[in-house]
């Protein structure tokens, strides 16, 4: 059964009705991650776009990508997510100095994350 879904005016009405001020933060906190991930997620996708206009002739010849049928000559953000993920180990290594890799990196191994990026 689905949940109803309520307006923007419902949502702060039953907000209001909480009492507890650590309950309340608790709910506009989640909010905020959400907003937050919606947001990062459209910068993403947006910069993934980007991507596969810029350089779609160069992600057309990743060995890594077989496509059946081609509907475009640019590419899916998927395709470019793919051979972004699957390429990142050698920019990473040819690339040093790109500021965020470092950063990338050393969040990796600060936190201890053994983890390999190609899927």
Known sequence: MLKKSYTAKETVE????V????????????YKAIEGFVMFSCIALGILQL????FAEDFQKFPWRWLR???SSVPSEDTVADCLRKAYPGI???YRKIEFLEIIRSKKHHQGLDFDLIA
Do not use: V
Not at 14 to 17: M, P, T, V
Not at 51 to 54: K, L, M, S
């Open 92 to 94: 990473s290594q040819e």
């Open 69 to 71: 049928t081609y509907s």
């Open 51 to 54: 991507c596969a206009i810029r």
């Open 14 to 17: 039953k907000l209001a009705q």
């Open 19 to 30: 009492t507890g001020s650590n309950a309340r933060n608790k709910i506009i906190g989640a």
